[in-house]
């Protein structure tokens, strides 16, 4: 059997600087450690950083409980508004948001200061795009995820966008979603600010998936650029499995199959990647 795995597959530089942090402060801080969020949407890391007594709070109610230590603000950012309450609350904040997400912040802090209204192409209850809404002028902000959403979007004369992305989104639906918002003419700024490394491992998740007769998937559930990876699998290769361990995969299905690709989402630990790798090969 030929295996093709991604060279793309697994962590991403903002996934594994976050996770980097979170492992550095459990060894060596003195205080409690916190997370805000699960630090990435992989349960097999969540589970081992509980074991070393880091946990994730949800939001800021369930911090106020807690006993004053550390807080790490996971790779997807989080609003203004959460930041400076963790700060409030007397917590010292290890922020491990991605560089490429700050920099969206930035963007949008900055155009929404100067009065445009601010479009995100992403998913509404994504926390990286919840994130960004925070340091945007909520009144003049809005979320676009479907071609529809976008066809009836519309916005007040005179009224000039400024057009920004989810990192993880994927490119093609973003441009066909900015191309229909251009059409209607209005006075806008684009700025792609999907990752390189997202167009990357989706662009050689779609080519490998075209040339083999079963892909692998692998990744958290809740995980949004897993969950692209394996639609534009799909899309080559109607025998795409979407797994989060080797668990989740029946070995037997591989046995009258001549080339296998897997490929990874960003929150994906490279011992998984390998176990399952190396088990589609023996089960041969």
Excluded at 60 to 85: A, C, F, W
Excluded at 87 to 107: N, W, Y
Excluded at 204 to 219: F, N, S
Aim: hydrophobic share 35%; charged share 25%; net charge negative.
């Amino acid at each position: 059997m030929q295996i093709i795995t991604a060279k793309s597959a697994g962590f991403c530089f903002g996934v594994k600087r976050a996770v980097d942090k979170v492992y550095e402060e459990a060894q060596h801080s003195d205080v409690p450690v916190y997370t805000f969020g699960p630090i990435i949407h992989n349960e097999e890391v969540v589970g081992d950083l509980e074991e070393k007594g880091v946990n994730a709070v949800s939001d800021i109610n369930e911090l106020k409980n807690m006993p004053k230590g550390t807080v790490v603000i996971r790779s997807h950012g989080v609003s203004k508004d959460i930041y400076d309450q963790i700060q409030s609350e007397g917590f010292k904040i290890v922020d491990a948001t991605c560089p490429f997400v700050l920099k969206i912040h930035r963007f949008v802090k900055e155009y929404s200061e100067k009065g445009y209204h601010i479009i995100i192409i992403g998913n509404d209850s994504h926390p990286e795009v919840e994130g960004i809404k925070g340091w945007s002028n909520p009144q003049r902000t809005t979320v676009l995820q479907t071609k529809e959403e976008a066809v009836n979007f519309t916005l007040s004369s005179g009224q000039k966008a400024c057009i920004v992305s989810q990192t993880t989104f994927n490119y093609n639906k973003f441009q066909e979603l900015v191309e229909i918002i251009q059409k209607k003419g209005y006075d806008i700024i684009v700025l792609n600010t999907i990752c390189n490394a997202t167009e990357e491992r989706q662009k050689e998740a779609a080519d490998i998936a075209a040339k083999v007769e079963a892909m692998i998937v692998i990744g958290g559930r809740h995980s949004s650029n897993t969950q692209k990876l394996f639609e534009i699998c799909k899309n080559e290769c109607a025998n795409t499995y979407y797994i989060q361990t080797l668990d989740d995969l029946d070995l037997t299905q591989f046995q009258s199959i001549d080339n296998v690709g897997i490929t990874a989402g960003a929150s994906t630990p490279n011992n998984i990647i390998e176990e399952v790798h190396k088990n589609v090969r023996s089960k041969r």
